[in-house]
């Protein structure tokens, strides 16, 4: 069972960039899928996240608009589209997977059972 978060990079502020990951032992559709990022010096945070029953997309605040999660099933994937990229949104990026997670327990680390390596995401000019 694995989770591979790839896509970061450097990009500057008002690029675009799109961050995949992909599961291998498991189905992904049949899980909660939760993007989060940590920042240096700063907690993880959740920032998106898709329910395995409906696939409705759920977004923090600050990067609604901007950002997109979707999955392929096919693939066994799943993506976020960031676009206008800020400085502010500079961190390691993080894709997690749970089965047992509710809509009240979604943006909490502590739900998940699987999470990617971390990708990186520097937002500069």
């Known amino acids: 069972v694995q989770l591979q978060a790839s896509g970061g990079g450097l990009v500057q502020p008002g690029g675009s960039l799109r961050l995949s990951c992909a599961a291998s032992?498991?189905?992904?559709?049949?899980?909660?899928i939760g993007w989060f990022r940590q920042a240096p010096g700063k907690e993880r945070e959740w920032i998106s996240g898709m329910k395995r029953n409906d696939g409705r997309p759920y977004y923090l605040d600050s990067v609604k608009g901007r950002f997109t999660i979707s999955r392929d099933t096919a693939k066994n994937t799943v993506y976020l589209q960031m676009n206008s990229l800020k400085p502010e949104d500079t961190a390691v990026y993080y894709c997690?997977?749970?089965?047992?997670?509710?809509?009240?327990?979604?943006?909490?680390?502590?739900?998940?059972?699987?999470w990617g390596q971390g990708t990186l995401v520097t937002v500069s000019s």
């Open positions: 997690a997977s749970g089965s047992r997670i509710i809509t009240s327990t979604m943006r909490m680390v502590e739900g998940y059972d699987y």
């Open positions: 032992g498991f189905t992904l559709a049949y899980t909660t």
